[in-house]
Nanobody, 126 residues
Framework: QVQLVESGGRPVRAGDSLRLSCKPTGGTFSGYAMGWFRQVPGKVREFVAAVSGIDDNIYYSDGLRGRVTISKDASNNVVYLQMNNLTPEDSAVYYC???????????????????WGQGTQVTVSS
């Protein structure tokens, strides 16, 4: 069974950049739509970015567009989330998710994804 494992989260300073990784274990993400979400305790899980598994269309949160980049490295079976110019408001647990059917209707609804990782903590200090 495929599981998603995130890595790369760590404490950083405001203005820093960070790259998160998501690697499926027990299989590949070939054909899957892949997304990144984040969540702060007590708040709703928030969409960050996604890439379709069918046509590689990319979706970004309007509020994060321009500061984040999602990419896939199929040869190494890794999905990345590059985040730049981080602020304390970016502090959250970041989750990788997969829509195993490959299709995204919106990309930003968590209900579209049927496979989730355990999350990786990003903490940004001022």
């Amino acid at each position: 069974q495929v599981q998603l494992v995130e890595s790369g989260g760590r404490p950083v300073r405001a203005g820093d950049s960070l790259r998160l990784s998501c690697k499926p274990t027990g299989g590949t993400f070939s054909g899957y739509a892949m997304g990144w979400f984040r969540q702060v305790p007590g708040k709703v899980r928030e969409f960050v970015a996604a890439v379709s598994g069918i046509d590689d269309n990319i979706y970004y949160s309007d509020g994060l567009r321009g500061r984040v980049t999602i990419s896939k490295d199929a040869s190494n079976n890794v999905v990345y989330l590059q985040m730049n110019n981080l602020t304390p408001e970016d502090s959250a647990v970041y989750y990788c998710a997969a829509a195993t059917g490959g299709i995204l209707m919106t990309g930003y609804l968590s209900e579209e994804y049927d496979l989730w990782g355990q999350g990786t903590q990003v903490t940004v200090s001022s």
